[in-house]
């Protein structure tokens, strides 16, 4: 007996010693595992980073090189540069067809001013250093029988392609210079123009923040605690400071127009088919039904709109044949006409701050000095509606390309929230929409729209559907016989820097006319006043997008706050109509 209990003593020992080598075995490999994934994702990083800094330190030598060419002492000469760049790309244009300045000396300064913007808000990535070669061609040449922006230097969001420099989207798998001009590049050069610069995005450009893991993050012009605005945002930045008389944006759900907001600075979104797209680096390639345009930044909407003159015509045409050929109707636009013009300053889904509806009596009250008649109006089913679907549209793939963007990066903070989101399993975006849906129902519809189609049917049912509201929309446009509609441009004025993740619903104002496809344009008006900040405290507080609403809008005294503009398809000349006549009221 005494044995048989040794025995199964010894029995018992022996078990318990393969359970504990076991669990050793077990444990030294999970550990082994993990430090293997994290050594491994350590040495990922250090590859990163090392192809960053290779890019830093090529960008910032080509810096260098510009600005040790630039400087002088002679007073005359900065003199000289310090009122071209007070100048209007309009003015420029005519100044130097009429041999005032010469092509390279209006690029000096302006490459001059740029380096200082950029040293303020860190809005550009790439100089361009063949741009003196280009500014010399065109002053042998001279301006006669010159294209129409004959010698303007034309700064160019980072996405658009310029040979020899790279189109990241912060993104570094795409760190590799591009081969050829895309078509609005090419048709700027044929216009005359000199691109000078390229300025920064957001990664992925899915924010309307302005920052990315290769070339930082931009700050706003005007309050450098918060956003300039995306993703457009260093090129909104550069044309607030100075630093350029044009530029080249693109705007999928508001990336014109939002940074125009944020900065001060006005832009055009155009009917998508007038500007080609060809040559560039997409955010959702191959995303159907939110259509994305490519338009004209400017300080002023003069500027926009000789923006526009130049890329509506058969230059750009015959360069990209899917370009609708229709060419910039002057007469529209210099038109004295009075027209027919409706507004609302709530879409009934995310009120606007109290600046952003302020804004719309504003524009109200000027047009209406200018003698056109100002009608309420509507849109069907805007707001939430349209916004949903257009998050179900921009989300068809449940986020899937976005995340196979972001594979193998170095994901930028601001744009970590969106990414996890993305990554949530749709089981779990169900379970979190349904319950958050006593707590905040508005933020729980949203949640459960960015779970994406479920099926190709449920993509053609979305497609059909929107097709639908296109014809409902302007059935009710052409019922009331309106020629444009003034609306909040967003619906709080510039975020803290960070934020913008958190925060996509402000948009719900410009995504509508990326889903319309209707033009529409951005044109300041006023600012963030002590009187705003004190309105704030009787902003409706229903539910956690009200309270972030609040939470953000503190502060921003000073920030520039703009009206939206739009109009029918193929009418982008009377929506820059109606923003000049917006502009000139103010003076």
Known sequence: MEKLREFHVFEMLEGKSNLWIAAATVGSTALSLFVFKNVRSALANHHL????????????????????????NDKEVLRRREFIVQLSATALAEAIRNREYTAVEVLHAYQAKALEADEKVNCCTEFIQEAEEWAQQLDIQGPDNAGLLFGIPVSVKENLFIKGYSSTVG????????????????????????????????????????????????????????????????????????????????DIAGSIRIPAHFSGVSGLK??????????????????????????????????VALGAKAFFSTIMYDRDPTVAPVIFRDDVYESQETLRIGYFDFNGYIKP?????????????????????????????????????????????????????????????????????????????????????PFSPRLSRFILASRGMKDPQAMLATF????????????????????????????FPAT???HAQHMPYGASYTLLFN???????????????????????????????????????????????SVQIAALPYHDEVCLRVMRDVQQGKE
């Not at 994305?292 to 930044?297: E, H, I, K, L, T």
Request: glycine letters at 8%; proline letters at 7%; a positive charge.
């Open 49 to 72: 980073l090392s192809i960053i800094e290779a890019k830093e330190k090529q960008c910032k030598d080509d810096r260098n090189k510009i600005a040790d060419k630039l400087r002088t």
């Open 171 to 250: 993104l570094i798998k795409f760190i590799t210079p591009v081969t050829e001009d895309s078509v609005v590049v090419d048709t700027l050069k044929a216009h005359g123009a000199v691109p000078f610069v390229k300025t920064n995005v957001p990664q992925t450009m899915i924010s309307y923040d302005c920052s990315n893991p290769i070339f930082g993050a931009t700050l706003n012009p005007v309050l450098p605690d918060r956003s300039p605005g995306g993703s457009s945002g260093g090129e909104a930045a550069l044309l607030k400071l100075g630093g350029s008389p044009l530029g080249v944006g693109t």
């Open 270 to 303: 155009p009917t998508s088919t007038r500007i080609s797209k060809k040559g560039s680096q997409a955010s959702i390639p191959g995303s159907h039904g939110v259509t994305s345009a490519f338009g004209p930044m400017g300080r002023r909407v003069e500027d």
């Open 353 to 437: 701050t109290p600046s952003c509806q302020r804004a719309v009596a504003i524009a109200k009250g000027r047009l209406e000095k200018h003698g056109h008649t100002l009608v309420p109006f509507m849109l069907p089913k805007f707001g939430e509606y349209s916004f949903l679907m257009c998050i179900r549209l921009l989300n068809a793939d449940a986020g899937a390309t976005l995340l196979k963007r972001w594979e193998n990066e170095i994901i930028n903070p601001d744009a970590l929230g969106l990414y996890k989101i993305i990554g949530i399993p749709v089981f779990f975006k169900t379970l979190a929409g349904y319950f958050l849906k």
């Open 464 to 491: 059909a559907e929107r097709q639908e509201f296109i014809y409902e929309a302007t059935s009710a446009w052409k019922e009331m016989k309106l020629d444009a509609i003034v609306c909040p441009a967003f619906a």
């Open 496 to 498: 803290l820097i960070g």
């Open 515 to 561: 889903l319309l496809d209707f033009p529409a344009g951005v044109v300041p008006v006023t600012t963030e006043t002590e009187v705003d900040q004190v309105a704030l405290e009787a902003y409706p507080r229903n539910d956690l997008m009200d309270t972030k609403i609040v939470k953000i809008t503190r502060g921003a005294k000073g920030a520039p706050v």
